[in-house]
């Protein structure tokens, strides 16, 4: 059991998050929380479905997160005037120097993950993982908008 791809794939996540969690918890956030406020630092005013597909994730989970967000007073969202239908999220000045703080602390834990590998291990391995994420990105529940 402990070979197969899908249950290393599924152990190195949960490694992840506990890196995440240990680097991170001053903030009180979740993985998926500090890509939504990555994503809105970089493209403010985004459309939750584009948020969304930026990230992987569907738009109920994505609706779900930024409602945490905003009533955590760190996510503003607005009705679209151009299709009211359609709402448009971005960061408030408290989320933007949250996410400015949290930068340092995100980096480290990604680099805290890829410690074991060399220099060359790290760039193939992220290859690796491109491709892969890229070959099946259609079999998932959602698809990442691009990499």
């Known amino acids: 059991m402990a070979r197969r791809p899908g249950f290393l794939v599924r152990r190195l996540h949960q490694i992840f998050i506990s890196i ?15 890509s939504v406020m990555q994503v809105l630092f970089k493209k ?3 459309d939750q479905v584009s948020l969304a597909a930026e990230i992987g994730i569907d738009r109920d989970t994505a609706s779900n997160v ?8 760190i996510v503003k969202r607005q009705v679209d005037q151009s299709d009211r239908r359609n709402k448009r999220a971005s960061l408030t000045p408290q989320g933007r120097d949250m996410i400015t703080k949290m930068r340092h602390k ?13 220099a060359k291990e790290r760039i193939l391995f992220m290859k690796m993982l491109c491709k892969l994420v890229e070959a099946n990105n259609d079999l998932g529940r959602t698809t990442l908008g691009r990499l």
Not at 20 to 34: A, L
């Open 20 to 34: 995440y969690v240990q680097n991170c918890r001053e903030f009180g956030t979740t993985p998926v929380q500090s």
């Open 44 to 46: 403010p005013g985004m």
């Open 66 to 73: 930024l409602g945490r967000l905003e009533r955590r007073g």
């Open 106 to 118: 995100i980096q480290l834990t990604h680099d805290k993950l890829l410690d074991p590998l060399s």
